[in-house]
């Protein structure tokens, strides 16, 4: 079975710009997970997606949105950047949303607001 | 609300040292219990987990047990290697997020 795979890796943006992240589950999981680590943090929770529809949000604005797709894949934008926004963006996918399931996670994608 | 406290690091110890990071959480419900490991340049894989009071979880010579009466699910390892050196997480599930510590950075030295 494949893992999580995030892309790009790596991505330079300017003050002010948009930016799409995109996130391919591990097959045949149906929830997946967004979260912002900023360096030398632990991971925060951004939202979750279930069967395409959002399913829970954390403490951030509303110029991060997200989609699910389908196949399960996901997609986090994020409009206007700003300077904090730099960080690694995680996403995770499990097979359920239950309390007992781990969740796996992508190697992230490195954004830097300049 | 929900939140998690782990041994602030860097720790750094001598090949074959005992390991211990410790970690509390606090939690609305009753949670399951994560340790996560962040290798350089990598995202977070999981080590162990615990899903009810008195668990231990156990992988590659690392252990924690769901202690409900402290609150804790302190990590140990009898005897750390050098390719353990990574940054570790504790973590809860509530079932709609995981809520993360800040990590523990873990150095280990020949």
């Known amino acids: 079975e494949t893992g999580v795979t995030q892309s790009p890796t790596h991505l330079i943006k300017t003050r002010g710009q948009q930016v799409t992240l995109r996130c391919s589950s591990q097959s045949g999981h149906n929830t997946v997970s967004w979260y912002q680590q900023a360096l030398g943090q632990g991971p925060q929770f951004i939202f979750q997606y279930y069967r395409e529809e959002e399913n829970g949000r954390g403490n951030f604005p509303p110029r991060f949105s997200g989609l699910q797709f389908p196949n399960y894949s996901s997609e986090l934008n994020v409009n206007a950047l700003e300077l904090d926004d730099s960080a690694l963006y995680l996403c995770?996918?499990?097979?359920?949303?239950?309390?007992?399931?781990?969740?796996?996670f992508g190697q992230g994608t490195r954004l830097t607001v300049v | 609300g929900n939140s998690v406290t782990q041994m602030e690091g860097p720790v750094t110890l001598s090949e074959e040292a005992f390991l211990t990071i410790n970690c509390t959480y606090t939690?609305?419900?009753?949670?399951?219990l994560f340790w996560y490991v962040q290798y350089p340049g990598e995202g977070l894989q999981l080590l162990l987990k615990?899903?009810?009071?008195?668990d231990k979880g156990s992988n590659k010579g690392f252990e924690a047990t769901y202690r409900k009466e402290t609150t804790s699910f302190h990590l140990e390892k009898g005897s750390v290697q050098v390719s353990d050196s990574a940054v570790y997480f504790c973590a809860t599930n509530t079932g709609n997020q995981f809520y993360f510590g800040t990590g523990t950075s873990l150095t280990v030295i020949p």
């Open positions: 995770a996918s499990s097979l359920a949303r239950d309390r007992n399931t781990e969740a796996f």
């Open positions: 615990a899903t009810k009071a008195d």
């Open positions: 939690a609305t419900g009753y949670p399951s």
